[in-house]
């Protein structure tokens, strides 16, 4: 095998008649050294960025080179031999000298023209000239004979994982029965561990039943010329094709303002819009034919970047104005101020990359128009009621459920209508059954991300690091459409102050309307964008004074009881204190600190760096939108002593069910065994809250509470009667006493009122407080990461189910690390997607957890303002996975001030292998600056 083998992309000399039999590897002879190297964005299961094979042969004894080979995958459509460097190095001298020899020559060998496929030119090239210097070291250490050239170039080995859960246990003299505050196992973990969970695609086929498959849009604006489906419908088993000429009702829809149609009828403004869809027998007959419905289309000016949208002005109808927090006087603020800094940062998209795709299942009753619609939705009833707009029938005619979904992270929260809608419009045409279950490319190119954010700030402060003021932009790119995005720039704005006190506050929020699918819903809902650009004014504000950030933020943070948000809700019961010093304790934070230090000291070309981040995260939905806040529940007694609970609240993966049933548990004193919860459906409770915002417990906890008291009230004359009866007796005796064995729950949250002119009263209803503190290790030649150890202290208030709670709580942090370090979302500058699929975006994994990992619950905590005194703990730990990038960030100021480089640079969002790398200059990256913007097509564009 040489350089001949691979004849272009994915293609070798091997002929089709030809098979591959064997394949030798000679072990390497005396003086002959041979290394590999690979980087790619995930460790395990990931393509390779850049690869590189390096063999060298002595002469002899001698240091001159006999002869060298160099072989690079990622440089080219093949694998690649360096030819140039391989002969010019031939017969040299084996010193240092030879790798700037060899770097010049490497830039020749591989060269890599601006806007090549796959982007990260310049990272690219400076992987491999800095393989090539780890290559000399590894083969100057070898040949030495003494190891510790070596180590100090490598990473180091990722040691088994482990990690320790802390909780209080339950008071002593509470009931065996009584579930709440144990770590009771997630009511379906095992089905769902042995494949028996049931979710839309598992539920058993109806006869007659057609599978439907959408036919999307490929440009990102454009009007529709022609639709052509004449081919698609003559293959055997297509159905029909339908398109918006199909919908019965109200062809627009939206979750606030009704700005989308369902299907395309004239313009399209985003790749993945629907034009329409192909109905078949079967699924497979359906995704041939949807491939060949041809439509032209007369192409219009996309935008695809915010950049884009600022320029021209493009945001969804002067929200600008609307988007706005003011608290003091600014000016004044930065007349005060000993500094004053700006800056600039980025948060790209994340995709929800939840394990069941979007999917729905359309029955029609074949009377009166009845519906039932079984669909993958976080909110059960606005699916409802948007579908009965689309067919045109009263919302009693239609009933939409579900048992549970394979996650929703809220894509699943409005973005499901545009799997539920088609499937009950073509249904309802046909009178047939009707399924459609996305393919995951499908999913990611229709269904919206989470909002890409850049903001450009302006700090003031003491030259103690004390705020004075703050002046913010914030944009968001939202896409064609509103959806919910107007709404999560507010969730940015007011979760802007995080835990500190920001005496003059002015922030400004642009929500870009551009031509990409429509962002949306996910966990955090913004919050998390907006409270990392506090991180980063916070670090940059450490990073000028040249102090450690955790003191910056110690000194800014907010109190226990008084402190005022700059949307005036004064705290009270603020545990982030609390939290802050656990944590610190916990994570031995000041010895780590100076043994970091010291390893940073010893070690040029791997750094580590540690950060600790808090959060403060608002419970409720938004006093504005108070109506959410309400919750139902519809709570049967059977004779033989069962419990079926139905309520407003989605299963998702959450454990919401299980809570729901432990809640039972203690009203009824009776084992969890007894209570069962089968689906969430429009029919059992309706006019639902969305399960979102984390308030999922909150609400439908109370409602439970609220039914299940009910019910108790109305047996405790058979309980007086038969004391020493049991709970089998009591509901035996009660139904042939005539009591009403079947009550509903209702709640409301009902004491927020915000005063939006004079900024006073109660915006959210309460806040989840956490910290987290992260160490990591870079490698400065490759960019590579390790995360070594993250300790995290959070207040959910007393638990109701400690096992759940902190697997909210690694698991959002993992989602956050996703987010925050390796999650790669790429498109084109004409908005098409390239990374589609779990082959092309990588989303954490086992080697991404922290080697250490650590979480408390804060002891003693209380919440009065939510059921038994919990708290919602779905979204507020994402954020704390921040600390890995500030680690991140940390350890790559270590090494430019190593190597005499500024100690202040940006960070943005995620923090690649190919960010890392590129921040910690050195003689490597100097060699290739990148190309001018505008003088090539980049291969993808910063959203
Ligand atoms: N956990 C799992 N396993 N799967 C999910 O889809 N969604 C998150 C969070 N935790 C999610 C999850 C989001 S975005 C929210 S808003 C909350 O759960 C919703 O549920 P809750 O209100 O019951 O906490
Ligand atoms: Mo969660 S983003 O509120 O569904």
Not at 21 to 30: C, D, E, K, N, R
Not at 431 to 440: A, E, F, I, K, Q
Not at 490 to 508: C, G, S
Not at 546 to 557: F, G, S, V, Y
Request: proline residues 4%; contains cysteine.
């Amino acid at each position: 095998m040489d350089d001949k083998f691979f004849t272009g992309y994915r293609k070798t000399v091997i002929k089709p008649s030809e098979i591959l039999v064997s394949i030798f590897l000679p072990f390497t002879s005396a003086n002959e050294y041979m290394y590999s190297f690979k980087q790619a964005g995930r460790k395990e299961d990931d393509i390779s960025i850049v690869n590189a094979g390096m063999k060298i042969h002595f002469k002899n004894e001698t240091n001159t080179i006999e002869d060298l080979s160099l072989a690079f995958g990622g440089m080219a459509p093949t694998t690649v031999m360096a030819t140039k460097t391989m002969t010019g190095l031939r017969n040299k001298e084996w010193n240092e000298n030879i790798i700037q020899t060899a770097c010049q020559l490497l830039e020749k060998d591989l060269p890599l023209p601006p806007g090549s496929p796959g982007g990260m030119v310049e990272y690219r090239k400076t992987l491999t000239t800095s393989f090539f210097f780890k290559f000399y070291h590894f083969v100057q250490s070898a040949r030495s004979k003494v190891l510790n050239g070596l180590p100090s170039m490598v990473l180091t080995e990722r040691p088994l994982s482990k990690g320790t859960q802390v909780y209080e246990e339950v008071p002593d003299g509470q009931t065996i029965e009584d579930a709440i505050g144990r770590p009771i196992v997630h009511t379906s973990a095992y089905q769902q561990a042995t494949g028996e969970a049931m979710y839309v695609d598992d539920l058993p086929i109806y006869r007659d039943e057609l599978a439907l498959v959408h036919v999307l849009s490929k440009v990102a604006h454009g009007t529709i010329k022609t639709v052509d489906a004449s081919q698609a419908l003559s293959i055997p088993g297509v159905v029909d094709f339908i398109t918006y000429k199909d919908v019965p009702g109200n062809n627009t829809w939206g979750p606030v303002v009704f700005d989308e149609e369902m299907f395309v009828s004239k313009e399209v403004r985003c790749q993945g819009a629907i034009i329409g869809a192909i109905l078949a027998e079967d699924i497979r007959t359906a995704e041939r034919a949807a491939d060949l419905v041809k439509v032209e289309y007369e192409q219009l000016d996309h935008i695809v970047t915010m950049e884009d949208a600022i320029k021209k002005n493009s945001f969804h109808d002067g929200v600008e104005k609307e988007l706005m927090l003011q608290d003091g006087d600014v000016e004044e603020g930065f007349n005060k101020s000993d500094h004053v800094i700006d800056g600039e940062v980025h948060i790209e998209a994340q995709e929800h990359f939840y394990l069941e795709t979007q999917a729905a299942l359309a029955v029609p009753k074949g009377e009166v128009g009845e519906i039932e619609v079984i669909c993958t939705t976080q909110y059960l009833s606005l699916t409802q009621k948007i579908i009965a707009s689309l067919l045109g029938v009263d919302r009693n005619k239609v009933i939409c459920k579900i048992k549970r979904i394979g996650g929703g992270f809220g894509g699943k929260e409005y973005r499901n209508m545009l799997i539920a809608a088609p499937v009950a419009i073509a249904a309802n045409k046909h009178n047939r059954p009707v399924r459609c279950s996305l393919d995951r490319d499908q999913d990611m190119m229709m269904t919206g991300t989470r909002h890409p954010f850049m903001a450009k700030y302006k700090v003031g402060f003491t030259k103690e690091g004390k705020l004075s003021a703050i002046q913010v932009k914030l944009y968001s790119n939202a896409g064609f459409s509103k959806d919910l995005s107007v709404i999560i720039m507010k969730k940015a704005i007011t979760h802007f102050d995080l835990v500190y006190n920001m005496p003059n506050v002015d922030i400004v929020g642009g929500v870009c309307k551009t031509n990409i699918p429509s962002n949306t819903a996910f966990r955090g809902f913004g919050s998390i964008q907006g409270m990392f650009v506090t991180e980063t004014i916070m670090t940059h504000i450490a990073e000028l004074l040249d102090q450690c950030p955790m003191k910056i933020r110690d000194i800014n943070m907010y109190e226990e009881e008084g402190s005022k948000t700059p949307y005036g809700q004064i705290l009270d019961n603020c545990t982030i204190k609390r939290c802050w010093n656990e944590c610190l304790t916990q994570a031995e934070y000041e010895k780590r600190q100076s043994d970091i230090s010291n390893f940073n000291s010893k070690n040029r070309w791997r750094k580590r760096g540690m950060a600790i981040n808090p959060v403060k995260f608002a419970l409720s939905f938004v006093a504005m939108e108070g109506f959410f806040n309400q919750g139902g529940a519809l709570v049967h007694l059977y004779t033989d002593g069962s419990v079926l609970i139905s309520h407003g609240g989605m299963e998702m993966g959450q454990g919401l069910h299980t809570k729901m049933i432990q809640i039972a548990s203690r009203v009824f004193n009776i084992p969890i065994s007894k209570i069962f919860i089968s689906e969430t459906s429009t029919d059992k409770v309706p006019n639902t809250t969305p399960t979102a915002t984390s308030t999922g417990s909150d609400l439908n906890g109370a409602a439970v509470l609220d039914a299940c008291e009910k019910l108790m009230k109305r047996l405790q004359p058979v309980i007086d009667a038969n004391p020493k009866g049991n709970w089998e007796q009591w509901i035996n005796a009660a139904y042939f006493e005539r009591v009403n064995l079947s009550a509903t729950g209702f709640y409301k949250t009902d004491d927020l009122v915000y005063d939006t002119v004079n900024k006073t009263g109660r915006l959210y209803s309460y806040f989840t407080y956490g910290v987290a503190c992260t160490e990591v290790e870079i490698d400065c030649l490759t960019g590579d990461h390790q995360v070594i150890r993250t300790d995290i202290v959070m207040d959910v208030g007393r638990s109701m189910n400690p096992a759940i709670d902190i697997g909210q709580i690694e698991g959002a942090f993992t989602q956050g690390y996703g987010m925050f370090v390796i999650e790669e979302y790429k498109v084109s500058p004409e908005g098409t997607l390239l990374t589609r699929g779990p082959g092309n975006y990588k989303i954490p994994t086992y080697g991404n957890i922290p080697a250490e990992f650590n979480v408390s619950l804060l002891k003693g905590a209380s919440n009065p303002r939510a059921v038994y005194s919990s708290k919602g703990i779905g979204e507020p730990p994402l954020f704390l996975a921040c600390s890995a990038l500030f680690a991140i960030k940390a350890a790559i100021r270590a090494a430019r001030i190593e190597a005499g480089y500024s100690k202040i640079f940006r960070l943005d969002s995620p923090a690649t292998s190919c960010r890392i790398r590129m921040a910690c200059q050195d003689q490597f990256t100097v060699q290739f600056p990148p190309a001018e913007k505008g003088t090539y097509r980049p291969w993808y564009v910063d959203l």
